[in-house]
């Protein structure tokens, strides 16, 4: 069955600094994609990035990147340069694509406050 | 191009009084989700339609709890005789379908249920 843990309830930062989200996650399909969400204050779940399994490079988008450990199964997601709106709950979840649902398991979340 | 749409925001119910939860999709979107969000137990799967038939129901309580999808524009969900236990943020997704690079489910901004 599948799994994901997010072991940080909670995270800072200084304005400016770059900050690392972690999640490990358990699945025995092959393919798979991790993506990441932000939970504003309102409740809006917002899409930020994914990252299949077969492909070896980290994705970028924008600010955010992640570091992909298939091995290890787990993944991060980077904030750079982080700013105090990109405060939030960030969500790690875990797409089975061999099940082809595209059904989304959720971590519990990391609250993270930037600090101006 | 707006986003995916749920009604109303927030919902107050009496114990026993039933509650209809409503979501538009963005246009296009082949596929909606329901997601059911608590404090206790974070974020849970409930159902999801794919071209408006439903095809996992495999979270939604078996009693009380039912969704439809009568056309491509709108979902809802229904909750008969609420009980205080139903308490929570109900948010539906959308995407543009479940395979391939496309199965990114985008959030509406959810509908917080109160049972009294």
């Known amino acids: 069955a599948q799994r994901v843990t997010q072991v940080q309830p909670t995270g800072s930062s200084q304005w400016g600094e770059e900050v690392t989200l972690d999640c490990s996650y358990e699945?025995?399909?092959?393919?798979?994609?991790i993506f990441w969400y932000r939970q504003l204050f309102s409740g809006e779940m917002v899409f930020l990035i994914y990252q299949p399994s077969f492909d070896t490079q980290n994705q970028r988008s924008g600010r955010y990147s992640v570091v992909f450990q298939k091995s290890f199964k787990s993944i991060s997601l980077v904030i750079s340069a982080s700013q105090p709106e990109d405060s939030g709950t960030y969500f790690c979840a875990l797409s089975e694509l061999g099940t082809n649902t595209g059904k989304l398991t959720f971590g519990d979340g990391t609250v993270l406050t930037v600090k101006p | 191009n707006a986003g995916v749409i749920q009604t109303p925001r927030h919902k107050v119910t009496g114990k026993g009084q039933e509650a209809t939860l409503w979501c538009e999709p963005i246009s296009g979107h082949s596929a909606v989700f329901w997601y059911r969000q608590t404090i206790v137990q974070g974020l849970e799967f409930l159902t999801y339609?794919?071209?408006?038939?439903?095809?996992?129901d495999s979270g939604m309580p078996k009693e009380r709890f039912s969704a439809q999808m009568p056309n491509q524009s709108h979902s809802t969900l229904k909750i008969q005789s609420t009980q205080p236990q139903d308490s929570a943020v109900y948010l539906c997704?959308?995407?543009?379908?479940?395979?391939?690079?496309?199965?990114?489910?985008?959030f509406g901004a959810g509908t917080r249920l109160s049972v009294l």
């Open positions: 339609f794919r071209n408006q038939a439903p095809i996992d």
């Open positions: 699945t025995s399909e092959y393919f798979y994609r």
């Open positions: 997704a959308s995407s543009l379908d479940i395979t391939g690079s496309q199965n990114t489910l985008y």
